[in-house]
């Protein structure tokens, strides 16, 4: 690749990157275009429907939905290409005639661009096991948990054993340190009988396990122990009713297989999802990390932008649990399966106005340490520093997660949870989720035109499809373009007045006082005809002949390096779960072949006319 092509650079976290430019790329967006061909039909089992065919002339959005009853009943991406009876698998599932929609939206987001709608049917005599309404299981520590819980099963359209879904679970956050246990048992009722977890699981056809194990105020243990955000102190437990409370939870989900096997409801046992917002959201995210096979997928948000980093080091910092997973194999006895949690599909989400924060309470940080190594690591801002943070951290660590931030949304799961039922299905029909994530972290793009920029002529930079994480706006642009000159604005102009390789340094402010800075490599050619001139004077001063006037320019600047930059008191937490440069061929910049033989091709010049002006002079 020649070094004046253009790298469209990405940062993220503010941190510094070059890459060499020397031109531009762009296009001019072409509205999608596609065809739907559904016809109607008997779905076997209210769950599978074939659309005839599907044409996409690039990747598209694929939605399903019964306009019967107004339910989403599938989104997924389709690549590019003509497919014929496709087969997509649906939920909830269709269980008696309904008019049915299948459409094409830009995978990006944006208005449909086919439709076509038919009858579905489902056969008379199609197989619907009862649901089980919501019950309250009582502790059996023989069974090997101290604590109650709700189950719960939808009545759904199933063919027997053919497609059993796993249990769905997600444990209580009752929002309150309190030794009442009717507080939390009415947390665990209200998540059973009406709430968003109730209908992703109907929405999954999933049963659902609502562990409600206690907040406490002083017993078993004190408020310290933050139990429904599964932190640091409560996984220290070493004896009592409240030790290991997360093997609690697997042996509720064991007693949970046994039960609905035997009413005749079929379930899969070969992995559960889990589901939490909040202090459950940070339980079910730090579960996954300690118990990654028994988890098929798992959804989790207003995480304080903090979720658990599966590193044991990040940036030379040990990071202890709740942070980091240095000391999990002393907590547990068992070391992180991060290939296990790689294979894992996890759902990482925060609203772009969320302010709901664990820093500076005690009972989420017990620990004053841990606390200002939380800051050190994550940063201080939830959605401008720590969530791009916990992306970066788990790329280094090669585990794979979904990443999303949702605009005007504050600390709520409204936003996500079709999102969150879509992602779950998707799992378990062993689809690609990557849809569902997003770059979280600051993206400073730089255009630089025209295409080969050379020296004395003028170059425009721009930077207008950068973009800040959440609702953050940018409030300036700063220019340094390398040569002791800056400059300010989304798009700017700049003249170099010497050739060579310089580093073009963006920074931008925020309107949440943050800084994100950029740094790109641009190449400025010596202008050719200033080149020419130069070797003309030089050429004829060596003959001892006559000369052209003319000013030399320089044939390549000075290299210039790519710029770098680089209270806790004793309250509780009352969180509430709703609300490269490349070089010339000899590896380094400067006089090349091409400027080798720019300046042969002049001296010929420059000897034939010589040649003709003596034999003028003879004649």
Do not use: C
């Amino acid at each position: 690749m020649d070094r004046r092509t253009f790298f469209t650079t990405s940062i993220g976290m503010g941190i510094a990157t070059s890459s060499t430019v020397g031109a531009i790329s762009g296009s001019v967006m072409a509205e999608p275009s596609g065809s739907i061909t559904f016809e109607d039909q008997t779905s076997s089992d209210g769950q599978t429907l074939v659309i005839a065919e599907v044409e996409a002339e690039e990747d598209a959005t694929l939605g399903i939905i019964n306009q019967r009853t107004d339910e989403a009943l599938s989104w997924s991406t389709i690549e590019a290409g003509t497919y014929n009876d496709y087969e997509v698998s649906v939920a909830p599932p269709i269980i008696e005639e309904s008019e049915v929609s299948v459409s094409l939206y830009p995978e990006g987001g944006g208005s449909g661009f086919a439709r076509d709608t038919a009858i579905v049917d489902v056969p008379e005599d199609l197989e619907e096991p009862e649901g089980i309404e919501p019950t309250l299981i009582e502790a059996d520590p023989a069974a090997g948990f101290e604590y109650p819980f709700f189950i719960y099963a939808p009545t759904s359209v199933s063919t027997g054993d053919d497609d059993p879904k796993p249990v769905l679970v997600e444990p209580v956050n009752s929002g309150q340190s309190t030794d009442d246990m009717e507080v939390h048992l009415d947390a665990g009722n209200q998540l059973v009988e009406s709430s968003q977890t109730r209908d992703i699981a109907d929405g999954l056809g999933a049963p659902l396990v609502i562990p409600v194990f206690p907040r406490p105020r002083e017993e078993p243990v004190d408020w310290t122990h933050y139990i429904h955000a599964l932190d640091d102190t409560s996984m220290s437990i070493d004896d009592g009713p409240l030790e290991r409370v997360d093997l609690q939870l697997l042996n509720m989900v064991e007693w949970a297989h046994d039960f609905l096997e035997s009413e005749g409801y079929p379930v899969r046992t070969d992995g559960i999802l889990l589901n939490g917002f909040s202090a459950s959201g940070n339980f079910v995210d730090r579960f996954a990390v300690l118990h990654p096979d028994e988890v098929i997928s798992v959804t989790a948000g207003g995480l304080n932008g903090m979720p658990l980093l599966p590193l044991d080091e990040f940036e030379g910092r040990e990071l202890p649990y709740h942070v980091g997973t240095a000391d999990v194999e002393a907590l547990t006895g068992s070391a992180v399966d991060r290939e296990a949690l790689d294979e894992m599909n996890q759902f990482l989400y925060m609203g772009s106005e969320d302010d709901n924060d664990t820093i500076g309470y005690g009972d989420a940080w017990t620990d004053d340490s841990l606390e200002q190594l939380a800051l050190d690591v994550y940063g201080d801002h939830m959605i401008a520093e720590r969530f791009p943070t916990a992306q970066h951290a788990y790329e280094e660590a090669g585990v794979s997660a979904q990443f999303r931030v949702y605009s005007d949304a504050g600390h709520t799961p409204r936003p996500a949870v079709d999102d969150i039922k879509e992602f779950h299905q998707r799992s378990l029909d062993d689809d690609d989720v990557s849809m569902f994530g997003e770059d979280v972290g600051t993206t400073l793009r730089i255009d630089v035109s025209p295409t080969d920029p050379v020296s004395g002529s003028e170059i425009n930079v721009d930077a207008s499809e950068s973009t800040v994480p959440g609702d953050a706006e940018i409030l300036s642009y700063q220019w340094d373009f390398g040569d002791g000159e800056d400059g300010t604005g989304e798009t700017t102009t700049h003249t170099y007045t010497e050739a060579g390789e310089l580093s073009v340094t963006l920074t931008v402010t925020t309107d949440q006082g943050t800084q994100h800075e950029e740094t790109i490599e641009v190449v400025v050619d010596a202008d050719d005809e200033t080149t020419e001139d130069a070797d003309s004077d030089e050429t004829d001063s060596e003959g001892g002949g006559e000369t052209d006037s003319g000013e030399t320019d320089s044939e390549g600047g000075d290299e210039t390096d790519s710029g770098e930059t680089d209270s806790e008191d004793d309250g509780e937490s009352d969180r509430d779960s709703d609300d490269e440069s490349e070089a010339t061929d000899d590896g380094s910049p400067g006089f090349g072949v091409g400027s080798a033989l720019a300046g042969i091709g002049s001296l010929g010049y420059m000897l034939k006319r010589r040649l003709s002006e003596t034999e003028k002079e003879s004649n």
